[in-house]
C-alpha cells in the first residue's frame, strides 16, 4: 500500500506559476499527476519513471509544466508555469501498483492504483 499526500494548490492568475507537491510513503516504479476538471473526464497531466527517469506530459501541458522527483523526500513534484485558465481542475498524485515496470519500457502500462486525496488549482483570466 503506497500513501500519498499532495498539496501546492492554490488560486492564482493566468500566466503564473504553482507547483505541487506530492510526498509518497514509497515510490513506486512509475508515479504520476492526473487532474479532472467538474463535467469532464480524468485525464493524465504527467508521467515520471522512478527508475529510468523517462517522463510523459500531455500535449495540453508540454512546454509548460515539468514533472520531477526528489529520492531522499519520497516527493514527486508537478512544476506549472504560464498557468491558463484551461488548467483549472482537481490534481491528483497517483503511483503504479503492482510488479516493477522496466526503465525502458517506461511509464505506458502502467496500473495507477495508489491516488492521493487531490489539491485544487485554479486560474482566473
Known amino acids: 500500500q503506497v500513501q500519498l499526500v499532495e498539496s501546492g494548490g492554490g488560486s492564482v492568475q493566468a500566466g503564473g506559476s504553482l507547483r505541487l507537491s506530492c510526498v509518497a510513503s514509497?515510490?513506486?516504479?512509475?508515479m504520476g499527476w492526473f487532474r479532472q476538471a467538474p463535467g469532464r473526464e480524468r485525464e493524465g497531466v504527467a508521467t515520471?519513471?522512478?527508475?529510468?527517469?523517462?517522463?510523459y506530459y500531455a500535449d495540453s501541458v508540454k512546454g509548460r509544466f515539468t514533472i520531477s522527483l526528489d529520492y531522499g523526500k519520497n516527493t514527486v513534484y508537478l512544476q506549472m508555469n504560464r498557468l491558463k485558465p484551461e488548467d483549472t481542475a482537481m490534481y491528483y498524485c497517483?503511483?503504479?501498483?503492482?510488479?516493477?515496470?522496466?526503465?525502458?519500457?517506461?511509464?505506458?502500462?502502467?496500473?495507477?492504483?495508489?491516488w492521493g486525496q487531490g489539491t485544487q488549482v485554479t486560474v482566473s483570466s
Open positions: 515520471i519513471h522512478t527508475n529510468g527517469g523517462s517522463t
Open positions: 514509497l515510490l513506486s516504479s512509475c
Open positions: 497517483a503511483a503504479h501498483r503492482g510488479s516493477r515496470l522496466r526503465a525502458v519500457d517506461g511509464c505506458g502500462g502502467a496500473d495507477f492504483g495508489y
